[in-house]
């Protein structure tokens, strides 16, 4: 088994931020797009933000554009998401996922999609108050 570590959840109220980290001992982030997924109770997971292997800018839901900030450091094994002005409505479990490639979307544009990632983290927990 592969591990996966994220951390840096935790409880905050609404308006506030959180630093979610992720980083991996076994295999190298270098080369694969790199991914945030949520989930809440009741909900499917979905994607909220994916930057590809060679970096740059980051892509992101709608649900979270202009509030969350992914950036990745490859020389410490480490990917972040820095999540500012949070609403109750994005409380749920955070995972990080390491992708089979490159890029984020496959070759027809289709984003976060659970095939293209082959290595989950445990996931850490995120609630907001209101």
């Known amino acids: 088994q592969v591990q996966v570590v994220e951390s840096g959840g935790g409880s905050v109220q609404a308006g506030g931020s959180l630093r979610l980290s992720c980083t991996a001992s076994e295999f190298n982030f270098a080369g694969r797009a790199m991914a945030w997924f949520r989930q809440a109770p009741g909900k499917e997971r979905e994607g909220i933000s994916c930057?590809?292997?060679?970096?740059?800018?980051?892509d992101y839901a709608d649900s979270v554009k202009g509030r969350f900030t992914i950036s990745r450091d490859d020389a410490t094994n480490s990917l972040t998401l820095k999540m500012n002005s949070l609403k109750p409505e994005d409380a749920g479990m955070y995972y990080c996922?390491?992708?089979?490639?490159?890029?984020?979307?496959?070759?027809?544009?289709?984003?976060?999609?659970?095939?293209?990632?082959?290595?989950w983290g445990q996931g850490t927990q995120v609630t907001v108050s209101s």
């Open positions: 996922a390491a992708g089979r490639d490159r890029y984020c979307s496959d070759s027809s544009g289709s984003w976060f999609l659970p095939r293209r990632y082959n290595y």
């Open positions: 930057i590809n292997g060679g970096g740059g800018r980051g």
